[in-house]
């Protein structure tokens, strides 16, 4: 069936480096992608989105970019900090929210 | 607001016991979203709520689950006889319209 998936389940980085974090998706008629984060303990919370009539989409520190040519998307970290350390999720829109397995992100300082 | 809140935070019970959830959503927010989440897993969809109607519910709710939004505000989630297998974080989320879903911090099921 129709999946949204991760690429790696883990992701070390070094504070300050850039994180990209992956994202692959089946679904070619989906038309609205999203970002969560997850921190231990917590709820996942939004951190930016994109709709398929985009290929890129700028936030603060964050960049999600989408290719649709190979049902691709990933969210870029810039200037990684210890907070950004978390499990992130990419969602998919199909009237409902169908969310990948996640990647976890570490940060060593 | 203080977003949307769940209760209990955790829940421990004996397996063939019944639970019950319960979820408070942000005020405005006309649509509500329950989801499970086990570990090392992303969230899976549930079923949801516009205003009091529940308009949507995955193959993943049995029998044995059943939620309701009486009033078109807080939502509740009741697992009957439940099973080692319903051990698992329950989220639940609100949003207005097809906004972005706000998700709450999650009710921890434990089945002993």
């Known amino acids: 069936g129709e999946s949204v998936g991760l690429h790696l389940p883990t992701l070390s980085v070094q504070e300050g480096d850039n994180s990209i974090i992956n994202c692959a998706y089946s679904?070619?008629?989906?038309?609205?992608f999203i970002w969560y984060k997850q921190e231990s303990g917590k709820g996942p919370q939004f951190i930016i989105d994109?709709?398929?009539?985009?290929d890129k989409r700028q936030g603060q520190r964050v960049t999600v970019l989408l290719n649709k040519t190979v049902k691709h998307l990933s969210l870029q970290i810039a200037a990684t900090q210890p907070g950004d350390s978390a499990v992130y999720f990419c969602?998919?829109?199909?009237?409902?929210?169908?969310f990948g397995k996640g990647t976890k992100l570490s940060v060593k300082p | 607001d203080t977003g949307v809140s769940q209760d209990p935070r955790h829940k421990i019970t004996k397996r063939g016991q019944n639970v019950t959830f319960r979820c408070d959503p942000i005020?405005?927010?006309?649509?509500l979203y329950w989801y499970r989440q086990t570990l090392g897993q992303g969230p899976e969809f549930l079923t949801y709520?516009?205003?009091?109607?529940?308009?949507?519910k995955s193959r993943l709710l049995s029998d044995r689950f059943s939620a309701e939004r009486p009033k078109g505000s807080f939502s509740t989630l009741e697992i009957q006889r439940t099973e080692q297998g319903d051990s698992a974080m329950y989220l639940c989320?609100?949003?207005?319209?097809?906004?972005?879903?706000?998700f709450g911090a999650g009710s921890r099921l434990t089945v002993l």
């Open positions: 994109i709709r398929s009539n985009m």
């Open positions: 679904n070619s008629a989906s038309d609205y």
């Open positions: 709520f516009q205003n009091e109607a529940q308009l949507e």
């Open positions: 969602a998919e829109n199909q009237g409902n929210l169908i």
């Open positions: 989320a609100s949003n207005l319209g097809a906004n972005v879903l706000t």
């Open positions: 005020s405005e927010h006309n649509r």
